[in-house]
């Protein structure tokens, strides 16, 4: 059978998709995987079949300006990005998905998913990476550019998530319904919900990331989608990890950065007198070269973090899970959407310490982060969390999908 798997977004949308597409063909199925092209190599690489849906996000971020005075979108301008997404979405997934038996859709932002399987006639199925994406009142929605805090009461999380879903009535359902009309499908009345569905699937560790009581909907967690991976760290890395003690490790993904991040954060490791590897990432940070910095590209996770006295980072789903997996202590900068509740729940867990934003990112203040992060207490609860963590779930969701497809 044909699984289509299609997310738009970033190396964290996709990489749990790409995790799933290698278990189903261990299963004996065969996966396609819709993502934005700059993944196409990538994924290539696993020989998985792949389709490209949206512009370069990484040529797109590099160049996207990083100072807080930059002009921000007007609503209008916005509505307009949204309409042209989805039409480009509704004139891209019928292709992917031909001759497939299922589609699998990560993240908020495929609106047209559900509707190409409605009028194809094959099953759909939701999957969210953070409990913060789907509606609860134990929670704040997670939303781009604002932070609500996580102490609000259940009747503040209920109003906040009905403005977040007239929010996508508001930027999405013109142009979705408008779509749906010319393969005469009828109108969708909530965009958020039918985009989730009543019954949708959770990839998120349930220690680190429970799914709590959400509202009116039934959710499946099956744990993290976690990607293997077998490459080994290059000559350079093992070298630099050998010639001292455990560096701090600095990494940030896909997220953009001014650019003297990279120098920040290496004089925060040198003031406490330790050595530093930084992640080049998407924002293309830069230090200057020394015997105690090494700047790496895209690199295995998995078998780095464990050798590390400390993790930064952002806070995005993935490497918040690839840091806990690894049992080290974490200081998290979150600067959008899921990230500030998965800052939240490492503090919670009392494996990670939240630094200052980076608007006001200090030398002096990220020291201090570190200083905490790296007592003792902290780094032995990390090391006891890393133990819990569950390490099956995109095997788990492979098998339930055959299961749904069998049915």
Known sequence: MRVLLSSIGSRGDVQPLLALALELRTLGHTPVLCAAPNFQAWIASFEIEFMPIGPDLEAWTRAAPTQPSAAKPTLEQMQQLARHTVIEQFQVLPKAASGCDLMLVGGMLQTAGR?????????????????????????????????????????????????????????????????????????????????????????????????????????????????????????????????????????????????????????????????????????????????????????????????????????????????????????????????????????????????PGMAELSVDGLAEALRTALEPTVVARAEDLAGRIELHGARSAAERLISLLER
């Open 115 to 355: 509707s190409i399987a409605e009028q194809m006639g094959i099953p759909y199925v939701y999957a969210a990476y953070c409990p913060a994406t789907l509606p609860s009142p134990e929670h704040p929605p997670a939303t781009v550019g604002a932070r609500h805090p996580h102490t609000l009461s259940a009747a503040e999380n209920r109003q906040l998530w009905l403005a977040n879903a007239q929010s996508f009535d508001t930027m999405f359902g013109a142009a979705l319904n408008e779509q749906r009309a010319a393969l005469g499908l009828a109108a969708v009345e909530h965009v958020a919900r039918h985009i989730t569905t009543d019954h949708p699937w959770l990839a998120a560790d349930p220690v680190l990331a429970p799914a709590g009581t959400p509202l009116e909907l039934t959710v499946w967690q099956s744990g993290a989608w976690l990607l293997p991976d077998a490459d080994p760290l290059p000559e350079e890395l093992e070298r630099f990890l050998a010639a001292g003690d455990p560096p701090l490790y600095f990494g940030f993904g896909s997220m953009r950065a001014a650019p003297a991040t990279g120098q920040l954060l290496v004089a925060a490791a040198r003031a406490l007198g330790r050595r530093a590897i930084l992640l080049r990432g998407w924002g293309n940070l830069a230090a200057d070269a020394g015997a105690d910095v090494l700047v790496i590209g895209d690199i295995n996770h998995a078998r780095l973090l464990p050798r590390v006295a400390a993790i930064v980072h952002h806070g995005g789903a993935g490497t918040t899970t690839a840091a806990a997996r690894a049992g080290r202590p974490q200081v998290l900068l979150p600067q959008s959407y899921d990230q500030f509740y998965w800052t939240q729940r490492m503090v919670d867990l009392g494996v990670g310490v939240e630094g």
